[in-house]
């Protein structure tokens, strides 16, 4: 039998211990991790990314601008809203229907057109995303979230009205 060099013995360590953590944090959660799984490259990559989804509703090309922007697929399914990047497998979002608390659309000309919209969840921040048809993707998301969670994001000017007035009050309090 050979013998295994200090480095080798170091790495299968590593490996074991990385699974040791995946397989805890699957036991905690009762099989599958019920938050948002964002994985940036920042752990290391233990093999093929697992899809929440059993079924695809909708699947199209799409954009997430999170830091710097990355292309990639959406995959709108009955279990989670995940995005996956065409270059780096080890960079997806996976957000369960059940972290979802709204999603919000940027809508112009009068619903005419939609240029990106964002998924708000309920502990784990914002994610935006642009898809090559918003509408669709949105009938997509539709069929999983509330219609009263589906909101219209502010415009610019309703941002500024609402600064202004905010302005206003705060200084017409002071005197």
């Known amino acids: 039998m050979a013998k295994k060099s200090k480095a080798h013995k170091q790495a299968a ?30 752990r290391r990559h233990l093999g093929p990314v697992q899809s929440q ?21 959406v995959m709108v399914g009955n279990r989670a809203f995940e995005f996956y990047n065409e270059r780096d497998v080890a960079d997806y979002i996976q ?22 919209f964002a998924i708000m969840t309920k502990q784990n921040g914002n ?3 642009s898809t090559r048809d918003n509408k669709a ?6 069929k999983h979230v509330p219609a009263d969670r589906l909101v219209r994001s502010l415009s610019f ?11 206003v009050r705060r200084v017409t309090r002071r005197g």
Do not use: C
């Open 13 to 42: 360590a590593a490996a074991n211990s990385a699974a040791a953590e995946v397989s805890a944090e699957k036991d905690a959660t009762g099989g599958a991790s019920s938050g948002v799984t964002r994985n940036k490259g920042r």
């Open 53 to 73: 989804n059993s079924e695809v509703d909708f699947t199209v090309r799409a954009s997430s601008f999170q830091g710097l922007t990355s292309y990639g697929d």
């Open 95 to 116: 957000i369960p229907w059940d972290e979802v608390d709204h999603v919000a659309a940027s809508v112009m000309f009068g619903g005419k057109w939609i240029p990106r």
């Open 127 to 129: 994610f935006a995303f």
């Open 137 to 142: 993707t949105l009938r997509a998301i539709r």
């Open 157 to 167: 000017l309703d941002v500024v009205r609402a600064g202004v007035h905010g302005i």
